[in-house]
């Protein structure tokens, strides 16, 4: 959690790259970590394969589906990570959904996180009522994040009640619909944009779904924090060698 907290605090403009464990090659994941980190990226969210994703776009979805038919399981993604922490300094996430972490156990998964160097974790399906009633104290035992999603939807008042609870940064997802790629952000998403940001939130955010180039990004980043690269990250690793990194970032920053 606190190398979260940490690089938030640094005078920049973040940039997470997601991908999904096991794809393009079922042990490509360490890899592309170590590559991300030397190319300048900030932050890195590990996508844990899940045989119905339904937040992700068809980019995602097909990912996480060849990871799990290459062989990805969550214990082969703890044991893949467990070297990790010795070349790489930068916040790891995991981001999942909740069915495969309970059914690998809600306290061994944390244990593990912890002992691998997981810094947090984003459960889309998890809602922000269940994880206070049954999951906090465990999240704080471990110190591990656990970091919440909002929508354009997402009333204020709501908005407020997951800023009170978090504890690193809050997820904005561009638009109400599933993850993918677009040029840029219409008029009505940088309202949005504008919007949270003069509600002068304690977490900073970063924004999700939709950042695909430069001006994608920059646009996402002129009132927030940072921004999560998915899908377009996604379609280049699927086209591109990893060593070839260096010129997806090239095109962002």
Do not use: W
Request: proline share 4%; aromatic share 10%; with cysteine.
């Amino acid at each position: 959690m606190k190398r979260i907290q940490d690089k938030l605090t640094e005078n920049k403009k973040i940039l997470s790259i997601y991908f999904s464990a096991g794809f393009p090659s079922l042990n490509d994941t360490k890899s592309l970590i170590e590559n991300l980190e030397k190319n300048q990226v900030d932050m890195i969210e590990i996508g844990l394969p899940f045989s119905d994703p339904l937040a992700d776009g068809p980019v995602i979805q097909k990912s996480s589906t060849q990871a799990l038919k290459n062989g990805m399981t969550t214990t082969l993604l703890f044991e893949q990570l467990k070297d990790v922490r010795k070349t790489v300094e930068i916040p790891l996430l995991i981001m999942g959904y909740f069915n495969p972490m309970l059914q690998f156990g809600i306290e061994a998964f944390l244990k593990k996180c912890k002992e691998v160097g997981i810094d947090g974790l984003i459960i889309p399906d998890l809602p922000l009522e269940i994880y206070l009633s049954d999951y906090k104290e465990l999240f704080d035992k471990h110190a591990i994040a656990l970091v919440f999603l909002i929508t354009p939807q997402t009333s204020e008042e709501r908005v407020r009640l997951i800023d009170y609870n978090s504890n690193s940064f809050i997820y904005m997802v561009s638009s109400s619909s599933v993850t993918g790629s677009k040029d840029q952000f219409d008029e009505n998403k940088l309202a949005y944009f504008e919007r949270i940001a003069a509600m002068n939130l304690k977490n900073p955010q970063m924004i999700g779904f939709g950042i695909s180039n430069r001006t994608t990004f920059q646009q996402a980043t002129k009132h927030q924090k940072g921004a999560i690269i998915g899908s377009s990250f996604i379609e280049f690793i699927s086209q591109n060698e990893i060593d070839h990194i260096s010129d997806f970032i090239q095109n962002i920053l």
